[in-house]
């Protein structure tokens, strides 16, 4: 894609910290911000709080619902 040439183009990859993952990305160095810190971990959870109790198909979790939260914010480790 960076190949392209295409002067308006911007793209934005998110991914896991996975190392084959970072090894692939690393020919694109020139432009990485890593995206790490407590207000995305915040973000994160404010939007999978929304997300359960808005999802009828969620509520069969029931009283699980807060567990998987709090195990998916953590698990993002602000990513």
Known sequence: MRQWSLPNLH???TSRDILD???SL???KDGVI???NEGA???ISQYLSDIMEQD???SRWGSR??????DLSQKAQGR
């Open 56 to 58: 009828p198909q969620l």
């Open 11 to 13: 793209l934005i990859i």
């Open 65 to 70: 619902r807060e567990t998987i939260k709090e």
């Open 34 to 36: 890593e995206l790490r």
């Open 26 to 28: 690393d020919a694109i």
């Open 21 to 23: 993952i970072r090894q």
């Open 41 to 43: 971990n915040e973000d």
